[in-house]
């Protein structure tokens, strides 16, 4: 069974940093593009960043760029985002998934495939 499991969140302060992992399980996860997403409370959810498979093009919301760094370890079938300087607006729930990508690129939007799991809580508070 296809299943992405997101932890690494906690309670950070403004400026500080974090690192979240996706571990996949139930399929070959290096086969596809993983991307992360959040929701802050009474938005929308929203992509964050994505990585391909392969040569591992990323891809970026602008409103982290230079702040957030994604990788993936295909040997342990995880992807990583790393997070620095963190505001306040990043607080949110963040949630993995395969995404759907194009020849050249990964692109921030969920394919049908799974559904979403519990997330990670990340608080970015003084």
């Known amino acids: 069974q296809l299943q992405l499991v997101e932890s690494g969140g906690g309670l950070v302060q403004p400026g500080g940093s974090l690192r979240l992992s996706c571990a996949a399980s139930?399929?070959?996860?290096?086969?596809?593009?993983i991307g992360w997403f959040r929701q802050a409370p009474g938005k929308e959810r929203g992509g964050v960043s994505c990585i391909s498979f392969g040569a591992g093009r990323t891809n970026y919301a602008d409103s982290v760029k230079g702040r957030f760094t994604i990788s993936r370890d295909n040997a342990k079938s995880t992807v990583y985002l790393q997070m620095n300087s963190l505001k306040p607006e990043d607080t949110a729930v963040y949630y993995c998934?395969?995404?759907?990508?194009?020849?050249?690129?990964?692109?921030?939007?969920?394919?049908?495939?799974?559904?979403w799991g519990q997330g990670t809580q990340v608080t970015v508070s003084s």
């Open positions: 998934a395969i995404v759907r990508r194009t020849q050249s690129i990964c692109l921030l939007t969920k394919t049908d495939s799974g559904s």
């Open positions: 139930g399929f070959t996860s290096d086969y596809y593009a």
